[in-house]
């Protein structure tokens, strides 16, 4: 049988080709956002078997296996590994033009090296065994698997009260070369809603920063940007901000202390309230972002933990998420203009989860390029349920129509799996089959080194320019 991921998977033109192996291909990996375990990287983890490597975590997997009628157990229960797995494989063949069907072959391609077979339930004994034999090997652990797939460096995902300890170890370590930078991502700051929660959380930036907060939201303030130093020490140079909707809410400084100290002293603030403080420290945390020189993400339109009985069961990040809708053209057209008219609109990403947003976004980002900053605003990858083919042709063809492709900072793995880097291969060869193509039809000009150049560049030369990295 012919392997499914052939060398020119996705690739239907002789330009395509040409782009894809000797333009893309070659170029290593900076996967600016992530949510990998820095502690898994220190301790540079070893995998017992496939279905650890590939389950743990995996809520896309999650999601189509509750579909298929797999029981909880072998989900995200207790059921034993070798079972789970034997559950995943009877599954994969029913993702046909699921997104997951092209992940998981790419997966077993690279970087396990199995391309001759089909997962599926006659085929898994024998595919478990072989990947379970590579994931015994010293060179397929956590940092050997980086190794393997030409990672340079990896933004994980991480709360302003961590420690970073493991990214502090994983920096003095000279015998590893891959740099594992930490992201600030401080939605727990304006999570106010729980007050408990809130207070308890409050509680830890208190210890983290070593500033007694009180009920002052002026302490508060100086916590966060004590945090923020210390990120930046340990080489931040990214804040992560999620939002179901982006919040539009006038609040003055005096009426987010007010709301501050109501909730210190056990009050649960009205949703009104929760809008008002979450528009105020938006503000103040952009500002900050700008202060340090970060790239600031805001990732929008994702309504989280629909199902509240699995939520009181499992937690969240379990696959009970989805596509939110709503308004954001004021929010954002307010939020951005506020910060330019100061002077302290950082360079900033936007991801978009829903696609009826996606010319609203990329129409109000070019409102915001300042003429100094080569693509400082950007239009964020295809992100969650987007980051497969057609979210990613869509998201392509609106930045293309809309700014400069040439300009754009390109993909990343937003993933928890050491085995996803081959999301930047799908991308890659998405992004050569959309270029080579139109070089086929006329609508682009069949210049290998015009088109290469660009093809290069968002693979990986624009994002290693963009944020300011060292050493990179």
Same mark, same amino acid.
Request: charged letters at 20%.
């Given at each position: 049988?012919?392997?499914?991921?052939?060398?020119?998977?996705?690739?239907?033109?002789?330009?395509?080709?040409?782009?894809?192996?000797?333009?893309?291909?070659?170029?290593?990996?900076?996967?600016?956002?992530?949510?990998?375990?820095?502690?898994?990287?220190?301790?540079?983890?070893?995998?017992?078997?496939?279905?650890?490597?590939?389950?743990?975590? $995996?809520?896309?997997?999650?999601?189509?296996?509750?579909?298929?009628?797999?029981?909880?157990?072998?989900?995200?229960?207790?059921?034993? $590994?070798?079972?789970?797995?034997?559950?995943?494989?009877?599954?994969?063949?029913?993702?046909?033009?699921?997104?997951?069907?092209?992940?998981?072959?790419?997966?077993?391609?690279?970087?396990?090296?199995?391309?001759?077979?089909?997962?599926?339930?006659?085929?898994?004994?024998?595919?478990?065994?072989?990947?379970?034999?590579?994931?015994?090997?010293?060179?397929?652990?956590?940092?050997?698997?980086?190794?393997?797939?030409?990672?340079?460096?990896?933004?994980?995902?991480?709360?302003?009260?961590?420690?970073?300890?493991?990214?502090?170890?994983?920096?003095?370590?000279?015998?590893?070369?891959?740099?594992?930078?930490?992201?600030?991502?401080?939605?727990?700051?304006?999570?106010?809603? $729980?007050?408990?929660?809130?207070?308890?959380?409050?509680?830890?930036?208190?210890?983290?920063?070593?500033?007694?907060?009180?009920?002052?939201?002026?302490?508060?303030?100086?916590?966060?940007?004590?945090?923020?130093?210390?990120?930046?020490?340990?080489?931040?140079?990214?804040?992560?901000?999620?939002?179901?909707?982006?919040?539009?809410?006038?609040?003055?400084?005096?009426?987010?202390?007010?709301?501050?100290?109501?909730?210190?002293?056990?009050?649960?603030?009205?949703?009104?309230?929760?809008?008002?403080?979450?528009?105020?420290?938006?503000?103040?945390?952009?500002?900050?972002?700008?202060?340090?020189?970060?790239?600031?993400?805001?990732?929008?339109?994702?309504?989280?933990?629909?199902?509240?009985?699995?939520?009181?069961?499992?937690?969240?990040?379990?696959?009970?998420?989805?596509?939110?809708?709503?308004?954001?053209?004021?929010?954002?057209?307010?939020?951005? $203009?506020?910060?330019?008219?100061?002077?302290?609109?950082?360079?900033?990403?936007?991801?978009?989860?829903?696609?009826?947003?996606?010319?609203?976004?990329?129409?109000?980002?070019?409102?915001?390029?300042?003429?100094?900053?080569?693509?400082?605003?950007?239009?964020?990858?295809?992100?969650?349920?987007?980051?497969?083919?057609?979210?990613?042709?869509?998201?392509?063809?609106?930045?293309?129509?809309?700014?400069?492709?040439?300009?754009?900072?390109?993909?990343?793995?937003?993933?928890?799996?050491?085995?996803?880097?081959?999301?930047?291969?799908?991308?890659?060869?998405?992004?050569?089959?959309?270029?080579?193509?139109?070089?086929?039809?006329?609508?682009?000009?069949?210049?290998?080194?015009?088109?290469?150049?660009?093809?290069?560049?968002?693979?990986?030369?624009?994002?290693?320019?963009?944020?300011?990295?060292?050493?990179?």
């Amino acid at each position: 049988m012919k392997p499914f991921i052939s060398e020119n998977f996705l690739l239907t033109s002789d330009a395509a080709v040409t782009l894809y192996h000797e333009y893309a291909k070659v170029m290593p990996i900076l996967d600016y956002h992530c949510h990998l375990s820095p502690q898994e990287v220190s301790e540079d983890r070893r995998f017992s078997n496939l279905a650890e490597a590939w389950l743990e975590g $995996d809520h896309y997997k999650w999601r189509a296996m509750r579909a298929a009628g797999v029981d909880e157990q072998f989900v995200t229960g207790d059921g034993d $590994d070798d079972e789970k797995f034997r559950q995943w494989a009877s599954v994969v063949p029913q993702c046909l033009r699921n997104p997951l069907y092209h992940w998981t072959h790419l997966e077993l391609n690279r970087p396990l090296g199995i391309n001759d077979r089909l997962l599926s339930p006659e085929t898994a004994a024998s595919i478990y065994a072989e990947a379970n034999e590579k994931l015994a090997l010293p060179e397929f652990s956590a940092r050997g698997i980086m190794r393997k797939m030409e990672v340079r460096l990896v933004c994980t995902t991480d709360d302003p009260v961590d420690s970073l300890e493991h990214h502090a170890a994983i920096a003095a370590d000279a015998s590893f070369e891959i740099k594992v930078l930490p992201t600030m991502r401080p939605d727990k700051a304006m999570a106010i809603a $729980d007050p408990v929660a809130y207070n308890a959380w409050v509680g830890k930036l208190e210890q983290a920063a070593g500033v007694t907060i009180g009920k002052s939201y002026e302490d508060f303030l100086a916590a966060l940007a004590k945090r923020y130093d210390y990120f930046h020490a340990q080489g931040c140079r990214l804040s992560d901000h999620g939002f179901t909707q982006f919040p539009n809410t006038p609040c003055s400084e005096s009426e987010a202390a007010s709301i501050f100290h109501e909730v210190r002293g056990g009050a649960t603030p009205t949703p009104e309230q929760c809008e008002q403080f979450a528009t105020a420290l938006m503000h103040e945390l952009a500002v900050l972002n700008h202060t340090k020189g970060w790239t600031q993400q805001l990732h929008l339109g994702a309504i989280r933990n629909n199902n509240s009985k699995q939520f009181a069961k499992l937690g969240p990040d379990a696959g009970y998420d989805s596509i939110a809708d709503g308004f954001l053209a004021e929010s954002l057209s307010r939020f951005f $203009d506020s910060l330019a008219n100061k002077d302290c609109l950082a360079r900033t990403i936007v991801y978009n989860l829903n696609p009826i947003h996606n010319d609203l976004i990329a129409t109000m980002l070019g409102n915001f390029q300042d003429g100094e900053t080569p693509g400082k605003m950007q239009f964020g990858s295809g992100w969650w349920f987007l980051d497969q083919r057609l979210g990613m042709i869509d998201q392509l063809n609106t930045l293309s129509n809309h700014g400069l492709l040439s300009q754009f900072v390109g993909m990343l793995t937003d993933s928890r799996s050491f085995l996803s880097y081959t999301r930047h291969e799908y991308f890659r060869r998405i992004l050569c089959e959309l270029l080579g193509s139109e070089m086929e039809a006329g609508l682009l000009p069949r210049d290998f080194a015009l088109i290469g150049k660009l093809v290069q560049d968002v693979s990986y030369n624009n994002a290693a320019g963009y944020f300011g990295f060292e050493g990179v």
